[in-house]
């Protein structure tokens, strides 16, 4: 996986995800790796980006709000959104995006 | 600055960087800092959240397209950005987006 997606051209969609974390690490590697997996086999899936240090971003790209939609309503997916609120995250800000431009070196 | 931007009710623009650097750091680190205090100063700027590990993700968010056009404009930003794609930066992709919807823990 590039650590910069290769997304088509706009206009697609964003899900930008920022995150601090607990102290907590149980069940969360094993958990953000397979919701990785899943999300690449989802409709309308087109790629993620991530980074952390202090403050993590992690930004999953999709072409359309209703492939974002499903998404966020996959079973195992809101299993794992649970255990974020519950034990991993301290603190998050979740915002949907439309990207309209897009240009690269 | 909190490390999660607080940025008012959507909606209103994210400009999302995503680079990978070369291994060149002159100038770099007061740039970065420079840049960042230059932005806020700017009309429309709304908020900041970056991380680095590999991959770096930067992320501005404005109130709207044209305060964004302003600050690419800007003269000392544009002398960063040829610094930028002539010393620090391998690859990058740029993608201006509309922040829709938001939701926080």
Redesign the interface.
Known sequence: MP???E?PK?PYY?V?F???RTEVDEGYGDTALRMLELAEEQPGYLGY?????????T?SYWSDLDAIKSWKKQAEHREAQRLG?EKW?S???????????????
Do not use: H, M, P, Q
């Not at 980074?51 to 971003?57: L, N, Q, S």
């Open positions: 650590l910069i997606a997304t706009a964003a930008i920022t995150s601090l980006e991530s980074a952390r240090d202090g403050v993590g971003i930004i609120r995250y603190a998050f800000t979740i915002r949907i995006a439309k990207v309209e431009r897009a240009y690269s070196l």
